[in-house]
């Protein structure tokens, strides 16, 4: 047993001494560990402390150091909505026009970058690309379509300042891509135009203008125009003077006179008496044959083209729409040297003076027709007025009476096509529009009231009664006619027209257009 338990204890002895020593060399390992992180994490903290003390001092010069890890702490929310940049940037690749709306805005070169390969290019990338990948919200503007198209009513126009082709008997204007754009148009569009100031005019030819994808799709070339082409139609309502002028002539002088003649007019619906019979203004328009498009069966080319017409208002230009700045005085000055008119302005009545101003009055031989113009011319004479009697037929000259109408200080007529020749009154003239009876005072204004004054004339309206109206002895008094004229326009244009426009001539009421007559006396004095 003692034996035993001395061999025990040695044995305890043992372990204890070996534990010890165990235990000091953990304890050593444990402090070179401790020591060798303390090192590595000094080491990785003295790296890193420039960048920590720059963020809370940015006022500190820091030139090499990338933009993006200059931010200051509060700009730490940027840097966040910016961290998903590639989403958006990729919304925006599908969110562009397409390719065709860019090449005129942006005019690629050979040393550009292709349109896929801007849009795979990164928005940011640190600076590194320069400036010639602008980001996407930055890029130029999508190109201008080649026709303004402004609504269901208004008549639209190409305006087209690239080469064309023109094959007139198919009716196609046809557009190849341009060099700055690479030859090519991936996605190409068109349009079909009538070329008339009133779009849903029945029997109007429609001209498709199509940009070509490729150049090689653009037929060959059999005639080529030095000057660029104006499509216009001449069909429609023309035959009636004043829309002669109000739906073509004075349309197609707000995009031609840009020109200055070099313009050759393209026509569709060709109307040969109407070239005729203006073909003083039209060789003023433009210094080139008039081309009949229908019947054109060869390719034209030209360095440019304009398609179709509008309208401002009935008659009338309207400098605040586009083409911009044109006026009426300014046409009918154009006219005034078209016709070598020698009067821009009336006499000026002088108390004393043996000249008297000159009266024309318009007679008409159809309805409206004024039936007591001997009685009127009387009246007027009385007045103190020279009166000519103004009747030009349909085929006369229009140089010829417009410089009859150029001598006249007044007009007067009963409303018709005829006061049409009120554009070649000096300007400061006077103009009397007789209104026949049948509440027809709107049509009157907007058909030659607001035109005379866009024309700079003294105008007067004078509105007939009804027993001023030859209705009253053709209908009778009881007719809806005479009687009630609101259920008549009530009852459509049609009506309107037919009792007020086609059955009614009228007898000026002497006593009760002497005043009228008076009044255009003392404006010729002011």
Same mark, same amino acid.
């Given at each position: &047993?003692?034996?035993?338990?001395?061999?025990? @204890?040695?044995?305890?002895?043992?372990?204890?001494?070996?534990?010890?020593?165990?235990?000091?060399?953990?304890?050593?390992?444990?402090?070179?560990?401790?020591?060798?992180?303390?090192?590595?994490?000094?080491?990785?903290?003295?790296?890193?402390?420039?960048?920590?003390?720059?963020?809370?001092?940015?006022?500190?010069?820091?030139?090499?150091? *990338?933009?993006?890890?200059?931010? +200051? *702490?509060?700009?730490?929310?940027?840097?966040?909505?910016?961290? *998903?940049? *590639?989403?958006?940037?990729?919304?925006?690749?599908?969110?562009?026009?397409?390719?065709?709306?860019?090449?005129?805005?942006? +005019?690629?070169?050979?040393?550009?970058?292709?349109?896929?390969?801007?849009?795979?290019? $990164?928005?940011?990338?640190?600076?590194?690309? =320069?400036?010639?990948?602008?980001?996407?919200?930055? %890029?130029?503007?999508?190109?201008?379509?080649?026709?303004?198209?402004?609504?269901?009513?208004?008549?639209?126009?190409?305006?087209?300042?690239?080469?064309?082709?023109?094959?007139?008997?198919?009716?196609?204007?046809?557009?190849?891509?341009?060099?700055?754009? @690479?030859?090519?148009?991936?996605?190409?569009?068109?349009?079909?135009?009538?070329?008339?100031?009133? /779009?849903?005019?029945?029997?109007?030819?429609?001209?498709? !203008?199509?940009?070509?994808?490729?150049?090689?799709?653009?037929?060959?070339?059999?005639?080529?125009?030095?000057?660029?082409?104006?499509? !216009?139609?001449?069909? =429609?309502?023309?035959?009636?003077?004043?829309?002669?002028?109000?739906?073509?002539?004075?349309?197609?002088?707000?995009?031609? !006179?840009?020109?200055?003649?070099?313009?050759?007019?393209?026509?569709?619906?060709?109307?040969?008496?109407?070239?005729?019979?203006?073909?003083?203004?039209?060789?003023?328009?433009?210094?080139?044959?008039?081309?009949?498009?229908? /019947?054109?069966?060869?390719?034209?080319?030209?360095?440019?083209?304009?398609?179709?017409?509008?309208?401002?208002?009935?008659?009338?230009?309207?400098?605040?729409?586009?083409?911009?700045?044109?006026? &009426?005085?300014?046409?009918?000055?154009?006219?005034? +040297?078209?016709?070598?008119? $020698?009067?821009?302005?009336?006499?000026?009545?002088?108390?004393? %003076?043996?000249?008297?101003?000159?009266?024309?009055?318009?007679?008409?031989?159809?309805?409206?027709?004024? &039936?007591?113009?001997?009685?009127?011319?009387? #009246?007027?004479?009385?007045?103190?007025?020279? !009166?000519?009697? =103004?009747?030009?037929?349909?085929?006369?000259?229009? @140089?010829?009476?417009?410089?009859?109408?150029?001598?006249?200080?007044?007009?007067?007529?009963?409303?018709?096509?005829?006061?049409?020749?009120?554009?070649?009154?000096?300007?400061?003239?006077?103009?009397?529009?007789?209104?026949?009876?049948?509440?027809?005072?709107?049509?009157?204004?907007?058909?030659?009231?607001?035109?005379?004054?866009?024309?700079?004339?003294?105008? &007067?309206?004078?509105?007939?009664?009804?027993?001023?109206?030859?209705?009253?002895?053709?209908?009778?008094?009881?007719?809806?006619?005479?009687?009630?004229?609101?259920?008549?326009?009530?009852?459509?244009?049609?009506?309107?027209?037919?009792?007020? #426009? =086609?059955?009614?001539?009228? /007898?000026?009421?002497?006593?009760?257009?002497?005043?009228?007559?008076? /009044?255009?006396?003392?404006?010729?004095?002011?």
């Amino acid at each position: &047993m003692m034996g035993g338990d001395h061999g025990g @204890g040695k044995l305890v002895k043992s372990l204890r001494g070996a534990a010890q020593k165990y235990v000091g060399v953990a304890f050593f390992l444990g402090f070179f560990l401790v020591l060798l992180t303390y090192f590595t994490l000094s080491e990785q903290f003295a790296i890193a402390a420039p960048n920590a003390i720059r963020r809370t001092a940015p006022a500190t010069p820091t030139p090499a150091t *990338p933009v993006v890890a200059e931010k +200051t *702490p509060t700009q730490l929310p940027v840097k966040e909505e910016e961290a *998903p940049k *590639p989403k958006p940037e990729h919304e925006q690749v599908q969110e562009k026009p397409p390719p065709v709306d860019e090449t005129e805005g942006h +005019t690629q070169t050979e040393e550009s970058p292709t349109q896929t390969e801007q849009d795979q290019t $990164p928005v940011d990338d640190g600076g590194s690309s =320069g400036a010639t990948v602008p980001p996407a919200e930055e %890029s130029a503007p999508a190109k201008k379509p080649a026709c303004d198209i402004l609504g269901p009513w208004a008549s639209d126009v190409c305006d087209v300042t690239a080469n064309v082709r023109i094959h007139g008997s198919e009716r196609t204007v046809l557009i190849p891509p341009t060099i700055e754009s @690479g030859g090519s148009n991936p996605n190409p569009q068109s349009w079909s135009i009538v070329p008339y100031s009133r /779009k849903h005019q029945a029997g109007m030819n429609v001209v498709t !203008v199509r940009e070509l994808a490729t150049a090689a799709e653009a037929p060959a070339c059999a005639v080529t125009s030095q000057v660029p082409a104006l499509v !216009v139609a001449m069909g =429609g309502l023309t035959g009636n003077y004043w829309h002669d002028f109000s739906d073509i002539m004075i349309p197609l002088y707000l995009q031609a !006179v840009r020109f200055d003649g070099e313009v050759q007019l393209v026509v569709t619906n060709i109307q040969r008496w109407y070239v005729g019979k203006y073909r003083h203004i039209l060789a003023r328009l433009s210094r080139y044959e008039v081309v009949d498009m229908d /019947k054109d069966d060869q390719v034209r080319c030209f360095p440019g083209a304009v398609v179709g017409i509008r309208m401002h208002k009935e008659f009338s230009i309207d400098p605040e729409k586009e083409p911009t700045g044109h006026s &009426m005085p300014e046409f009918t000055k154009f006219l005034r +040297t078209v016709f070598a008119l $020698p009067r821009a302005a009336p006499v000026r009545v002088v108390d004393g %003076s043996e000249r008297k101003p000159r009266m024309m009055i318009i007679s008409r031989r159809h309805p409206r027709k004024l &039936m007591n113009v001997a009685e009127v011319t009387a #009246l007027a004479e009385r007045v103190g007025f020279e !009166v000519v009697i =103004g009747d030009p037929p349909f085929n006369v000259d229009v @140089g010829d009476f417009a410089r009859e109408v150029n001598g006249a200080d007044v007009l007067v007529g009963v409303h018709g096509a005829g006061l049409t020749n009120s554009l070649f009154l000096p300007t400061g003239a006077v103009f009397i529009q007789v209104v026949p009876y049948g509440k027809m005072e709107h049509i009157g204004e907007v058909d030659f009231g607001v035109p005379a004054v866009d024309m700079g004339l003294k105008y &007067m309206a004078y509105s007939c009664g009804v027993e001023e109206s030859s209705l009253v002895d053709t209908l009778g008094r009881d007719h809806p006619a005479v009687k009630d004229p609101e259920s008549v326009h009530r009852s459509g244009w049609n009506k309107v027209a037919e009792y007020y #426009l =086609g059955r009614q001539d009228v /007898k000026l009421d002497l006593e009760r257009f002497e005043p009228v007559l008076l /009044k255009a006396m003392a404006m010729l004095r002011e």
